[in-house]
């Protein structure tokens, strides 16, 4: 595949992975939030009161009509008691989506940096030819620009998600969600 084509492709897949991270990371912070009201609800502390009462506001004012259903079932994090089975629960499916967000960013952000490396080494190699030339020095006559040379670049480095160790965190994330999901 073209470097250019593939360099699209993977920007595509980060700006989406992107967004599933931030959706990701604000249902863990309403997840938090929950747990932390029915956690100091009823509190003797006045910290614990301002808490309970601080994220009581929160969730009034964010409680329109999408989100208001969405507090209502949201899982909430266990800060007490016995039930780490519910903390697996809740924390390990948004970790591992966010895991694999991160693997697609990261994978479109190292083959730009290796498209803004080959542009880099191509322009010094072209204004190297222009010095030759301007010294007099017998160079063989190349019509090849940086935008010719770097179009025509490929790009045989095998995404993430296609190489065995990416196989098999895929694996291993689609059983430990479904072994989240399955608990109960």
Aim: aromatic share 12%; with cysteine; glycine share 8%.
């Amino acid at each position: 595949m073209k470097l250019k084509d593939k360099l699209k492709k993977t920007g595509r897949k980060s700006k989406v992975a992107y967004l599933i991270a931030l959706l990701v990371i604000i249902y863990f912070v309403m997840t938090l939030l929950k747990g932390l009201y029915i956690w100091t609800d009823g509190s003797e502390f006045t910290l614990g009161n301002n808490i309970n009462n601080g994220i009581s506001w929160v969730i009034g004012y964010t409680s329109f009509p999408p989100l208001d259903s969405l507090w209502l079932n949201i899982p909430f994090v266990p800060f007490e008691g016995g039930e780490m089975l519910n903390f697996y629960k809740v924390i390990v499916p948004p970790a591992i989506i966010f895991f694999i967000c991160a693997l697609f960013i990261s994978d479109h952000r190292i083959l730009r940096n290796k498209f803004f490396t080959l542009k880099a080494e191509i322009e010094k190699e072209v204004a190297l030819r222009d010095i030759r030339k301007d010294a007099g020095i017998e160079t063989v006559s190349e019509s090849a620009t940086v935008d010719v040379v770097i179009s025509n670049a490929t790009n045989k480095d095998p995404s993430w998600h296609d190489r065995w160790w990416g196989k098999i965190t895929i694996g291993v994330g689609i059983t430990m969600i479904a072994v989240a999901l399955g608990l109960k």
